[in-house]
């Protein structure tokens, strides 16, 4: 019998606002194809992989939101290795989703479950889907950004998280650009020497970076279409230009589409190293982080990703 364990972050927002019992539901879902548990901590999730390995575990399942997975796969992937990781199914719980997205996955996680354990009982082999990881340090991710990416989830996560404060932060994002707000949060710069697959690239002031395996990052953004496009790489955006420059391109960074202008860098790459003038913030996967000025972002191994 091939069996699912399921990590379930309590602390999602999805299942804090939804008053049921889904360890549970879960249960009652998965019955003896599930073996449900309930991580508070970091060490709770090793914990658990651990024991989901020694008992031969086909299928791991996350049920929260993007850096749910990001967290999870990170120790999925240090715990397993050098052998791969178990493929991941992602019981959809964030306010994104990026990761499910990108391959498709429809419904919330009792009907994803539901959907798996339905095919596994009658014989059936799920059907996944490879994508690349991107590596810092002993992280791995499928979305990493700086500058404006990650001072925008900055300001997304203050206070609660949803949909409407991010339409808020984007609305404000546009009309600071527009008025070319010296002092705005949102766009405050990185200075430094990026080196492009060991070319270092030809301007030094950057607003952002933004570069993924996976196309989408929400709200019907799909900036990074070459994601999935060669094995071993990521796509890669980096902009200069002032913040006006991208608000009037905003349209083209919805749709995937490469913004104009000489202090732009767009492409699929396979290693970027950042050595920044003083410490900044990057984002994986949703999840911030802090960096003393240099960082080196690299790919990780491919990763299974269950579609049901």
Avoid: W
Avoid at 261 to 277: A, H
């Amino acid at each position: 019998m091939q069996r699912i364990g399921i990590i379930i972050n309590p602390h999602a927002k999805s299942i804090r606002k939804s008053g049921k019992d889904m360890p549970a539901i879960f249960r009652k879902i998965g019955g003896e194809y599930a073996d449900v548990r309930v991580s508070s901590t970091l060490e709770e999730v090793d914990d658990i992989i651990r024991d989901f390995k020694r008992n031969g575990i086909a299928f791991i399942g996350t049920s929260g939101g993007d850096g749910t997975v990001h967290q999870v796969a990170t120790r999925m992937i240090n715990i397993y290795r050098p052998e791969p990781a178990p493929p991941l199914v992602i019981l959809k719980g964030g306010t994104m989703d990026n990761i499910a997205r990108t391959i498709s996955l429809k419904g919330k996680g009792p009907a994803i479950l539901r959907r798996l354990t339905a095919l596994l009982r009658a014989g059936g082999r799920a059907v996944t889907h490879k994508r690349d990881t991107m590596k810092i340090g002993d992280r791995y991710c499928f979305l990493f950004g700086c500058g404006l990416t990650s001072n925008f989830l900055n300001a997304v996560y203050e206070g609660e998280k949803g949909t409407i404060k991010n339409i808020k932060i984007i609305t404000r994002a546009i009309r600071e650009g527009l008025l070319d707000k010296k002092d705005s949060d949102l766009f405050r710069r990185l200075s430094g020497r990026i080196l492009i697959d060991g070319k270092e690239l030809h301007f030094r002031e950057i607003l952002a970076i933004l570069a993924g395996t996976v196309e989408q990052i929400g709200m019907g953004f799909t900036p990074l279409p070459r994601g999935n496009e060669k094995p071993g790489t990521f796509h890669i955006i980096i902009t200069g230009e002032k913040p006006i420059e991208g608000v009037k391109q905003f349209f083209r960074i919805k749709k995937g589409l490469p913004l104009k202008g000489p202090l732009n860098f767009n492409d699929i790459i396979s290693s970027l190293v950042m050595e920044c003038d003083g410490p900044f913030q990057y984002t994986m996967d949703g999840d911030i982080f802090d960096c003393d000025g240099r960082l080196v972002v690299e790919m990780g191994p491919p990763m299974e990703l269950v579609s049901v």
